[in-house]
């Protein structure tokens, strides 16, 4: 692909601006690596937040900055959360000094509502192309959070500045276009991991048993106890193991229950997950149909369990995944708090695995997804 360095109009440097932690966030991973490459010899700048315990972040294109702050600080509300953001709001200045002594046009990529304030302020003060990456449906999150007005408030100004708006499924942008009475569409980037041929750093297979895998972050809100109790009451004598991979504030109520049917397991990096991914024999998606995210949008473990090439079992309250597991035989939808669901869906997986459609993989693919981002950069380009 010709970089867009190459473009009349061209953008010298990135920054990517994120208040999550980037230890496991696999979308900034991939879209460091994708503006590197973009850019040419241009700068590309990451800031976000390290996990205090592993602040080392792997495989992050170009230069990457933390403020090393806990996500429940960031996110709390009023002054305490503006309080607590000060290492970060120290960092965007510093970013702001080193790129205005480089001098250029550039890009800056904001993530998510609470971020907005920074990468707006940055991309004022640097003159540079402001676009909105949302990650949730933060009219909707940031009550949830008890984040309050103040937050909706931001978004809602700052929304409009932005150049572009970018979300991660359908159903969200319709949902931000009707919201704000947004002029277009946002662009949707599906979160598809990007495949690695290298050998599994893990393997979840075991001779005889059919291992159902949950991973990714393991909290609350996803039912993830309730599901293990339903797990156990309609496993009886089958072979079955149900897995957990990932990091949270469950895992260790959940290692607590571990023996020969349940497996608790700490992350592995996002370059080697989807290769330890393929070694399960199906990938669970449990969702709070009383969350409206979770209605919304198709979460990272979709994609990564179809990267796999592993069949689904999803709960049914996501319009657009159950669409999607339907037209591509991805696996089943069902309600995954229903026992007797459970124990149907289970037994089919384990008589028949579903043929999955081998163009889903082609139509999701991370290339397919950078594609669509450099298509529309380049319509940008020339609007300017």
């Not at 440097?13 to 010899?41: K, M, Y």
């Not at 904001?110 to 990650?135: E, K, M, N, Q």
């Not at 999150?141 to 100004?157: C, H, K, Q, S, V």
């Not at 002029?183 to 001779?207: K, M």
């Amino acid at each position: 692909m010709r970089p867009l360095s190459q473009l009349p109009d061209k953008w010298d440097f990135c920054v990517i601006v994120s208040t999550s932690p980037l230890l496991h966030d696999s979308r900034i991973h991939r879209l460091s690596h994708f503006f590197a490459e973009q850019l040419g010899g241009g700068q590309v700048t990451t800031l976000g937040l390290a996990d205090s315990a592993r602040p080392l972040i792997p495989k992050l294109a170009g230069r990457t900055v933390l403020a090393r702050r806990y996500l429940p600080q960031i996110r709390r509300g009023g002054l305490r959360a503006i309080l607590s953001s000060a290492g970060l709001s120290l960092e965007v200045l510093r970013t702001y000094l080193r790129t205005v002594r480089s001098g250029g046009r550039g890009l800056v990529w904001s993530v998510d509502a609470d971020g907005l304030l920074f990468g707006w302020a940055l991309s004022r003060s640097l003159g540079a192309t402001l676009i909105y990456d949302a990650h949730e449906f933060w009219p909707y999150e940031a009550t949830r959070r008890g984040l309050g007005g103040w937050l909706l408030g931001l978004e809602r100004r700052l929304i409009l500045k932005a150049q572009r708006v970018v979300t991660v499924s359908q159903s969200m942008a319709r949902q931000y276009r009707q919201h704000y009475g947004l002029i277009r569409d946002p662009l949707v980037l599906f979160n598809y991991p990007q495949v690695s041929t290298s050998q599994a750093v893990l393997d979840l297979h075991s001779p005889g048993l059919f291992t159902l895998l949950y991973q990714g972050h393991l909290v609350e809100d996803r039912g993830l106890l309730d599901f293990v109790r339903i797990f156990r009451k309609v496993k009886g004598e089958l072979p079955l193991r149900l897995a957990f991979l990932g990091f949270g504030p469950l895992y260790q109520a959940l290692a607590a229950q571990a023996g020969p049917d349940l497996m608790v397991l700490p992350p592995v990096a996002p370059a080697d997950l989807v290769a330890v991914t393929a070694t399960a024999s199906a990938g669970l998606v449990l969702l709070d149909r009383r969350n409206l995210n979770h209605c919304l949008t198709l979460c990272n473990k979709f994609f990564e369990y179809l990267a796999a090439g592993i069949p689904v079992l999803a709960s049914d309250c996501c319009a657009e995944m159950n669409s999607l597991v339907g037209a591509h035989r991805l696996g089943l939808t069902l309600d995954t708090t229903d026992e007797n669901e459970v124990r149907r869906a289970l037994q089919l997986l384990m008589d028949r695995q579903p043929g999955l459609d081998p163009q889903a993989q082609q139509q999701f693919a991370w290339e397919v997804q950078m594609c669509k981002l450099r298509k529309d950069l380049l319509d940008l380009a020339r609007a300017a």
